[in-house]
């Protein structure tokens, strides 16, 4: 089974924050539609064909900027290309761009998952991300989001920013849940050096917040989520039951994707696992044939650190034996030791050969991954 990315990279303004491959011109919108459908025909008759595709997921930049037909011609491009056996067909966009008939267009266009980035109500923080909507906008396309015919949505948030306090963000997620989404996604702020706002901190004239104000309120969203049946099952996500996000879920262990559009990475595992991004540039990745960067082969110490790294992540944890089975990776005594002081600790959970961080383990997931991989 395999998935395929498609990154549609138009914005309508820069957020502070973000440092993912995006244009804020839109005059290249259809060039781009058509050259997107000329990469997909490019797959025809491949080996990555013979797959069948289980997930289907419109990233960005920001995918609501086209229009539905454009949405359409696209899916109905891969239906003839490839194999698409898709349960899950998931959209970002946002809430700027929301109308009902856009919601009611896309779920005939086949979407099955929209995917909402709200990131806060509050305004002066919406304001400081740089967003291009606003709190009415925000409560808006929620509420048609709620009374169109998605079941399966979700939407995201952003804490941690510099003075958000937690009442703020314990706003933001009661509004939220006023909609009753079936998963929501929360990332806490990362400061990228390349963006406005890294540019801030490192002219002093911001403060990203202390760890351990991030820290409350990353247990903050578990605690008030918890009692309305959703749950975390990975560091930033949370969901009801039976209502995780598969696409996601197949990055983190390994499965088969393309990534098609400027800057979008695939993975593939046949014989030889290997890794390449397109190059990030729409003014090359329309005038060129040649879109894909450099190949990078993958060695199993390589994906078994990954496996650990995304599956610890994960509220399901990782097991010894797969990573026996699938990379050839064994823990040492040493790492067997580690997962015993962390259990003591009460920051992890080992049964057998399965072991998953709990919740206070999750708050320092990334310094636990670091310690373990280094052991071996
Ligand atoms: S809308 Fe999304 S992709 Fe575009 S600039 Fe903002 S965060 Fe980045």
């Known amino acids: 089974m395999s998935g395929i990315y498609l990154h549609i990279p138009f914005c309508k303004q820069a957020c502070s924050y973000c440092d993912f491959y995006f244009v804020t011109r839109q005059e290249l919108r259809e060039q781009y539609v058509e050259r997107l459908l000329q990469e997909i025909r490019n797959y025809r008759d491949t080996d990555y064909t013979e797959e069948p595709v289980q997930t289907i997921y419109f990233g960005g930049g920001t995918p609501s900027r086209l229009g539905v037909k454009q949405i359409d011609a696209i899916l109905a491009e891969l239906q003839r290309v490839f194999n698409v056996q898709a349960s899950e067909i998931t959209l970002e966009m946002n809430p700027d761009d929301v109308t009902a008939d856009y919601l009611s267009g896309l779920k005939q266009a086949g979407l099955t998952r929209a995917s909402m980035g709200v ?3 509050q305004p002066e923080l919406l304001e400081f991300m740089h967003r291009a909507h606003n709190r009415d906008e925000a409560l808006q396309c929620l509420e048609l989001l709620s009374a169109s015919k998605f079941q399966s949505f979700t939407a995201d948030l952003i804490y941690g920013n510099p003075n958000q ?21 929360a990332y806490s702020l990362t400061v990228e050096p390349r963006t406005r706002l890294g540019k801030q901190v490192e002219l002093g004239r911001i403060n990203p917040p202390e760890d351990d104000i991030v820290a409350d309120q990353f247990a903050l969203l578990n605690e008030q989520l918890k009692p309305h049946g959703i749950h975390r099952y990975e560091v930033s996500n949370y969901s009801k039951p039976g209502m995780e996000a598969v696409h996601n879920s197949s990055y983190w262990s390994h499965e088969n994707y393309l990534g098609l559009g400027p800057g979008a990475h695939s993975f593939w595992w046949d014989e030889k696992p290997r890794r390449w991004q397109n190059v990030a540039d729409i003014n090359h990745y329309c005038s060129s044939e040649d879109v894909a960067g450099e190949t990078e082969q993958l060695s199993m110490q390589e994906l078994a650190e990954e496996r650990i790294m995304m599956g610890l992540r994960t509220k399901k944890g990782i097991t010894e034996t797969e990573l026996k089975s699938r990379y050839g990776y064994s ?37 636990i991954i670091l310690d373990l991989i280094t052991l071996h």
């Open 119 to 121: 990131q806060s109500f």
């Open 165 to 185: 306090t937690a009442e703020q963000l314990a706003r933001d997620i009661d509004l939220l849940l006023q909609f009753d989404p079936p998963h929501i996604s």
């Open 331 to 367: 823990l040492n005594e040493k790492q067997w030791g580690y997962l015993q002081k962390k259990q003591d600790e009460g920051r992890l959970t080992l049964k057998g050969s399965d072991f998953a961080l709990t919740e206070t383990g999750l708050v320092i997931a990334d310094a």
